[in-house]
């Protein structure tokens, strides 16, 4: 007979939180208490599993002079020692609740300190971590004090008997897979380690313990109410309101509000009998009013993004620059919130987030999408024996960053599915803080929740959703709408964003979104530039799916950021340009435009005549939120005849903020006075057949094939109709839509490999004219395409012709001519939109003027190359090439891209470092671009910005400048 005979579960294979830790408590700091950091170089031996080395390592006189070095904070697999690895939903391991597989790398760490000196001998002192991934188990001087999951949550021990003046040892062992695994399944990097601070708190004698800041505004009164509930009581002191309460009491004075336009934080103190712990209290209320979420008695507008903690060396340890330096950057672009997808961030983030003005969704560090492929079958956030990791998790946030008036909602999670441990999470929360509201996107229920979430919806069902005319349960109707991610900004895009904006502003319940997401996770490389999923050998990976942000991984916006900053504008700038009126509309939900001057500037062609500051006057400094007002441009100062005339007014910060220095752009508008008719065409010069060429004004053809040979002095290679782009991570679409991935149907029709035959080049009596018939292999599809040429002595007119032959339906990636110029070429100057790129969905900060760039600077370097650095709106463009430059113009205007590698080279580019300049400079000439749209995991392009393959007819007119 057998018996068998399961053991108990190993610590970090049950399902409870931990044990040993003392309860969370808010999260501050005090000048009276004495702090020691032990972040640092610490010891670490890796192991391949979870109990290959006993805990003799913990015991002080260990020696671990053999052992490895880490920093703390950081994550051992980013410091070689293993190799981090991406996932979206999928674990990457076995699915079996709560256990983990036997391959665990575990690292164990020690650090030994010495207590400074001075370090008081009375009160207690505790040992904090901030962020450990994902479980740990702690010793200090030999003794366990416990171990704990919940790997960006705080958790911390009292240690004070155990501490010594000199050669204290701090032990922790460290696994990477644990049942809290299980809770962590965000889509971002695996990355095992003590990645955020670890600090010795001194607690003096009656010092401060937990407490929690009310502090509510009543928008009828101006009253702001404070009351701090302190564990430990004591006094509350706000000099600037000549407050001076016990904690519990309940005081009312007027006040200014906190809101993320106006971030008014009052210096306060909270005095213990051992203690003064500074306070910053921001007096604001936010609750649902008729539907509608609400700040103070207005509702709010939600300019936000997803932000993931990620720093391209270090991970998920952010140091404070970078905190700051992202919120900066945020502020710059207009954006006013922050989802900290998908965990509490480090605490000190929100800290930022009160002062510089930020509407904050605070999520609990819990996903289990990993479940969804299994149906949810034992979903833990289903299961009541993982209820008690579920409030943990709530509990270690709230209480972690319940005074922070920045922070609205608590979110319960991201991606959990249903169960009725997500509602235990609701009701301990709402138990705990009435005051905020309650976020989860996961149940359609919303039974849980205070506003209706989703992700993705389509332009078309937000409308929906705005005029509360959606199926779905009749309470959920009456909820406030938020997309709490949207507009996927992987690789090029996100595309509809300015679309999306206009259904916020026009139904009072679409409150506005959160772009998904602020950063690409991209490493660091020194092969590849940039790593993504797989290249690190992962055995199951998603591939750049971790590369969908607005910044690049070193934080330099990408367009999509350009695009966000002028579609959520909080001015508009709007008005009659002949007529000489321009509109301003306050976008702000509670700040005046006093902030705010001015400026105008009159362009003739692109080039600014004349400029000033506009005078505003108190109407428009004091215009209220929602208000317009009209103001009289000067008279032009030129007439503008045959050019194009229009107005450029920009709202600029009137002097330095917290955020940005005086004269940074917040909003502009351009509004067009006059555009001239186009020149006549060149005419009049007839073209002559040599042996080998052809001859027509400035130019020189093929005598066979009609190939343009030379404009001037300017060779030119290959030029041809080109209806291919290497396609964008929005073209290709996620594998799990089902509908038109655009894409992948442009490669079944072979579009990237396009033959031109040639059925005609005849001369006419005043130029040229070559037929082709354009069209991919085993189909019988294709586009008939006329170049006709005409010229006079010194220009040279291209135009094209382009009718589908077949059944075409599938929009086309782009349409127009591409051509070849040597690589001295290597200079743009243009007149049109600028100076970023832009695509038909993309363009709303497309901005008309003169600019100029390398061809170099007109490539965007998104991690996965892929179409990029088109310029919209194109009159007039000058190539570069030193002695010589080509000059273009079109008409109508056209799209224009330079890049010294091939569509095709760009398209078979994995990484960055894989596109290698060329001796040619392949520029774009299009007449139209399909739009970006979003569906590398949203919708896709909207039918208004798709390129239907119709019969089209375009012209470029070319000339030549030698110096
Ligand atoms: C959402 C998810 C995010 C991220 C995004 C796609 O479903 O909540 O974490 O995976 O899709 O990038």
Redesign the pocket.
């Known amino acids: 007979m057998t018996t068998s005979y399961e053991p108990a579960p190993p610590y970090h294979e049950d399902v409870s939180p931990g044990s040993g830790a003392l309860p969370p408590r808010a999260w501050y700091a005090s000048s009276d208490a004495a702090r020691l950091s032990l972040n640092g170089t610490w010891r670490l031996r890796l192991s391949p599993t979870a109990d290959a080395e006993d805990d003799a390592f913990a015991r002080p006189g260990f020696d671990t002079g053999g052992w490895d070095e880490v920093a703390v904070p950081g994550h051992w697999v980013l410091q070689g020692h293993g190799a981090p690895a991406y996932t979206?939903?999928l674990y990457p391991f076995p699915v079996d609740p709560p256990r983990v597989p036997t391959e665990n790398p575990t690292g164990d760490h020690v650090r030994v300190f010495d207590l400074p000196d001075g370090w008081p001998g009375d009160g207690e002192a505790l040992l904090r971590f901030e962020g450990v991934e994902s479980c740990a188990r702690v010793w200090l001087n030999g003794e366990e004090l416990g171990e704990f999951k919940g790997s960006r949550l705080p958790h911390e021990f009292a240690v004070g008997a155990l501490l010594k003046p000199a050669g204290n040892v701090l032990a922790v062992r460290v696994h990477q897979w644990s049942s809290g695994s299980y809770l962590e399944d965000?889509?971002q990097w695996w990355l095992p380690g003590i990645f955020r601070d670890v600090t010795l708190l001194h607690r003096p004698d009656g010092a401060a313990g937990d407490f929690f800041v009310h502090a509510a505004y009543d928008h009828r009164s101006g009253q702001g109410t404070l009351r701090v509930d302190s564990a430990v009581p004591g006094r509350v002191l706000v000099p600037e309101l000549g407050v001076d309460a016990a904690t519990g009491e309940p005081v009312t004075v007027p006040v200014r509000p906190w809101t993320a336009e106006t971030p008014e934080l009052y210096a306060a103190e909270l005095v213990t009998a051992g203690e003064r712990v500074p306070l910053r209290i921001g007096f604001r209320s936010v609750y649902v009013e008729d539907g509608v979420i609400k700040v103070n008695g207005r509702r709010i507008l939600f300019r936000g993004v997803?932000r993931h903690e990620f720093h391209p060396e270090h991970g998920r340890a952010v140091d404070a620059d970078t905190m700051r330096a992202d919120l900066l950057l945020m502020k710059r672009h207009n954006i006013n919130a922050v989802r900290t997808?998908?965990y509490p961030p480090h605490p000190a983030f929100l800290d930022l987030c009160d002062e510089l003005g930020f509407w904050v969704i605070d999520e609990c560090d819990l996903?289990t999408?990993g479940f969804v492929d299994l149906g949810w079958r034992r979903n833990p956030v289903d299961d009541e024996r993982w209820t008690p990791a579920l409030l943990d998790r709530a509990a270690r946030m709230v209480e972690r960053d319940k005074n922070h008036p920045s922070v609205l909602m608590w979110s319960l999670g991201?991606?959990c599915g249903t169960g009725a441990g997500l509602t235990a999470m609701a009701e301990w929360i709402r138990e705990r803080d009435p005051d905020r509201l309650v976020h989860y996107e996961g149940d359609l229920s919303c039974a849980d929740t205070d506003v209706y979430s989703r992700?993705?919806a389509d332009h078309a069902e937000v409308e929906l959703i705005g005029r509360r005319e959606d199926p779905g349960p009749e309470a959920r109707r009456a909820l406030p709408f938020i997309l709490c991610?949207y507009a996927?900004a992987?690789g090029n895009g996100p595309g509809g964003l300015a679309d999306y904006q206009r259904l916020f502003e026009t139904y009072e319940r679409c409150q506005g979104g959160f772009v998904?997401?602020w950063i690409d996770h991209g490493f660091t490389h020194p092969e590849l530039g940039c790593a993504y999923g797989g290249d690190f050998g992962e055995e199951l990976h998603d591939g750049n799916?971790v590369c969908?942000g607005l910044v690049f991984p070193d934080r330099t916006p990408s367009p999509g950021l350009v695009e966000y900053k002028k579609v959520v504008e909080p001015v508009r700038i709007e008005g009659d340009g002949p007529g000489g009126t321009v509109r301003v509309t306050n976008l702000h939900d509670f700040a005046d435009l006093s902030h705010l001057a001015f400026v105008w500037s009159y362009e003739v062609d692109g080039r600014t005549v004349a400029d000033g500051a506009l005078a505003a006057g108190p109407d428009v400094a004091g215009l209220p939120p929602g208000a317009s007002a009209e103001l009289k441009l000067p008279a032009p100062s030129t007439s503008g005849e045959h050019a194009e005339t229009q107005w450029t007014v920009r709202a600029l910060l009137a002097e330095d903020t917290a955020w940005a220095p005086k004269g940074h752009c917040v909003a502009w508008g351009q509004l067009p006075v006059d555009t001239p008719p186009a020149p006549p065409a060149p005419a009049g010069a007839a073209p002559h057949r040599g042996e080998r060429l052809i001859t027509l004004g400035p130019a020189s053809f093929d005598a066979r094939t009609g190939a343009l040979r030379t404009v001037g002095a300017v060779d030119v290679a290959d030029l041809r109709l080109d209806v291919w782009r290497a396609p964008t991570d929005n073209d290709l679409g996620a594998p799990w839509q089902p509908d038109d991935r655009i894409g992948l149907r442009w490669r079944e029709l072979g579009l990237h490999r396009t033959h031109e035959r040639l059925d005609a080049v005849d001369l006419t009596g005043d130029g040229l004219v070559v037929r082709t018939r354009v069209a991919p292999a085993a189909t019988d599809l294709g586009l008939l395409t006329t170049y006709t040429w005409t010229a006079s002595e010194d220009r040279l007119r291209l135009t094209v012709s382009v009718v589908p032959d077949g059944e075409w339906n599938v929009p086309l990636p782009r349409l127009g001519i591409r051509f070849g110029l040597p690589a001295a070429y290597g200079e743009a100057r243009w007149f049109g939109g600028g100076p970023g790129e832009a695509y038909p969905d993309t363009r709303a900060a497309s901005m008309l003027g003169l600019w100029s760039a390398s061809v170099d600077e007109l490539h965007t370097p998104y991690v996965r190359p892929q179409e990029n650095g088109a310029r919209a709106d194109v009159r007039r463009l000058r190539l570069d090439g030193g002695a010589t430059a080509l000059e273009v113009t079109g008409e109508p205007p056209f799209w224009f891209s330079a890049r010294r590698w091939t569509s095709e080279e760009l398209d078979a580019a994995t990484h960055r470092t894989d596109l290698v300049p060329g001796d040619t400079v392949w520029v774009h000439l299009d007449h139209a671009q399909h739009g970006i749209g979003s569906q590398s995991?949203g919708p896709g392009v909207l039918p208004r910005y798709r390129l239907e393959a119709a019969p089209a007819r375009f012209s470029f007119t070319f000339s030549s400048r030698s110096e």
């Open positions: 979206n939903t965000q889509d997803n997808s998908h996903e999408h991201n991606e992700m993705y991610e996927h992987m998904w997401e799916f969908d995991c």
